[in-house]
């Protein structure tokens, strides 16, 4: 009986752990949205925090030349370790929130339990083996023992639930109508990439031969010959779809994971907070070369960003590629961290029930 009563503690554990991708407390969410309103205001006004402007000087690597020069592997932030029982460092608000409740919250209560239960055991193993007790007690009940071991795994399980709850719902919050859309299919076996928002120009990106990837400095198996270029401190509308089975874009320092379905458009929102190059996999068993599909995302200031765009032939903010100038930078409401615009509002009109009749296309 005694042992059918510790296993529940075990089992709050477990549960404890299950509960790891969670979220962290209703305080942080109101700290944060308080710091992105100023962080807004300051933009719009072209006065950008002295953190952000020193974050975006990292990014500017190499000449202008006209054309873009893509970072080099001094930039890389984001990529697996051989080291740690924690996640990859995070670099993303949502990232940040659960990174806490693991290290913080969830690895110290799991620690707390496994003990406890640990001890529990040796204690019943050394009080009541036929040496030390010849006579087995024949109690069969403890009313406040059973009272206790069902009300606290419940109460802990409700106290994790809170911040869990606050890291979903931040996770899946829709993105703002000035987000920039980025459309990534997954293939077998690579991924392309398309921005509907500006020309609608597509890039296909594979893995880079090992060889060549390492001679250049970059993680073999992890780099690309054409990584996906994103803004910092912007909205991205990032949706994933497949052309042929089931793929998972999925980026752990940016605390990103979205399957890719073929036949649907998922969506999620993704706000990059530090310039640099990020590695992920797809994360879907998709075949025979599932694991020679690598994920390269380099995140860059908006002016760069734009330069990006033009050099690919797309276009910015309705204006065409053959513009000498570039569109003027705007400040909308969904800017974070110093970022001085996410461009201009959308053109397309699309009704979200078309997703599924573009993929069709």
Not at 103 to 113: C, F, K
Request: with cysteine; hydrophobic share 45%.
């Amino acid at each position: 009986m005694i042992l059918r009563h510790l296993s529940r503690f075990v089992l709050a554990g477990a549960a404890a752990a299950s509960l790891a991708l969670g979220g962290t407390a209703a305080a942080q969410d109101a700290a944060t949205e308080t710091e992105q309103a100023a962080n807004v205001e300051q933009a719009a006004q072209g006065d950008v925090p002295p953190s952000a402007t020193d974050a975006l000087a990292d990014a500017e690597v190499g000449e202008d030349t006209g054309g873009y020069e893509y970072m080099g592997p001094e930039m890389i932030k984001g990529q697996p370790e051989n080291w740690g029982w924690t996640f990859q460092p995070q670099y993303t608000d949502d990232g940040e929130r659960a990174l806490f409740l693991h290290n913080a919250i969830l690895m110290p209560v799991i620690v707390i339990i496994s003990l406890l239960v640990l001890f529990l055991l040796l204690w019943v193993i050394a009080k009541y083996r036929r040496g030390a007790n010849p006579v087995p007690s024949k109690t069969s009940h403890n009313i406040k023992l059973e009272v206790f071991w069902t009300l606290a795994p419940a109460v802990i399980l409700l106290l994790i639930a809170i911040p869990s709850i606050n890291l979903l719902r931040a996770q899946f919050k829709p993105a703002p109508a000035d987000a920039i859309t980025v459309k990534a299919t997954g293939w077998q076996w690579y991924w392309t990439y398309s921005f509907p928002d500006h020309g609608d120009f597509e890039i296909t990106s594979n893995m880079m031969e090992a060889a060549e990837a390492k001679e250049k400095g970059f993680p073999g198996q992890l780099e690309v010959d054409n990584r996906l270029v994103l803004p910092v401190g912007v909205p991205i509308r990032l949706q994933t779809t497949a052309a042929d089975v089931i793929h998972s874009f999925a980026v752990p320092s940016l605390w990103f994971k979205l399957d890719a379905v073929p036949g649907r458009i998922n969506e999620k929102v993704l706000t990059i907070n530090e310039p640099g190059i990020y590695y992920g996999q797809c994360s879907e068993l998709c075949g025979a070369r599932h694991g020679y599909m690598p994920i390269a995302v380099e995140a860059v200031p908006l002016a760069r960003w734009q330069q990006w765009v033009t050099s690919q032939g797309g276009t910015l903010g309705g204006n065409t590629a053959d513009d000498d100038e570039a569109a003027p930078l705007a400040a909308p409401a969904s800017s974070t961290r110093g970022a001085a615009a996410a461009g201009d509002p959308p053109t397309d009109t699309t009704a979200p029930g078309d997703a599924d009749a573009e993929v069709a296309n």
